[in-house]
Each structure stands twice: as C-alpha cells, then as structure tokens.
C-alpha cells in the first residue's frame, strides 16, 4: 500500500467548504468513516462524521467524530489518551462514505484492542483474533 503524505493542518474554511459541498452526507447529517492505519493498511474501526466533526478533524489534525448514542462530538482519544492523527482523507465513489488514513495511538477499540474487527468466523465456529492489549 502507498504511503498517504501527511495532510497539512489547519485548512482552511474554503477548503472544507469545498469538500463538504462535495459529500452526500445522510438524512441524519452523517457519513460513515473507516478509519485505516495509515503505514500498514490495518482496519481499525469504523464511526460516523457530522459535518461539524469533518471541520473539527480538518482544523487541527486530529479525529473527531459524531457519537450516535450522545448525539454529540467524540473526540477521539478526550477520555483514553488514544488519538487518531489525520494522515489523508479519502471518500467513495458516491461521495458517502470516508476512508480515514490514520496514526494511531494506542488501541482504537473500546475493548483495549488495536482494531475494532477482531471477530471471525472458522470452521470451529466464531474466534477472537486478538486479545486486548497489556498497556504497563
């Protein structure tokens, strides 16, 4: 996989304007982000984005995304020290869902592992691919 350069922050209000003109956000203001390692390609997680948390992200570099279930900004990485640093911005060809080039910090899943998809299906039935991280 290429390396995404590093985006440079902040942008300015012209060239989100743009961008957000560009995307098909849903009925409820929202677009599913995946969020990606930026260096190895790994899948971390997936969340959605406001138009609001987009603008928040692309200002100062770090993720920001909209909590469904507080229905407010989470800032990821406020409470667990686990931050995600924008490293590329990428969207679909329908302009409805974002891919989100990533430096991780720490786990991204709320179970303290690196990646949110860790569950499989085998042949002996569902399996765990990772057990959560020891942070010492």
Not at 30 to 52: F, H, T
Request: negative net charge; contains cysteine.
């Amino acid at each position: 996989m290429m390396q995404a350069q590093p985006l440079s922050f902040p942008w300015s209000d012209t060239s989100i304007d743009d961008l957000l003109g560009r995307l098909s956000f849903d009925e409820r203001g929202l677009l599913p982000a995946i969020a990606q390692q930026y260096d190895d390609g790994q899948v971390l997680m997936l969340a959605w984005m406001s138009r609001d948390s987009l603008r928040e992200s692309l200002k100062t570099g770090t993720v920001c995304y909209w909590s469904r279930s507080r229905a407010a900004l989470w800032r990821k990485g406020e409470t667990s020290g686990h931050f995600q640093r924008l490293r590329d911005l990428r969207w679909d060809c329908d302009a409805d869902a974002l891919l989100l080039l990533v430096d991780q910090e720490g786990p991204a899943c709320h179970t303290n592992r690196r990646s949110c998809f860790y569950n499989a299906m085998r042949d002996e039935g569902a399996v765990e691919l990772s057990a959560p991280l020891n942070e010492a």
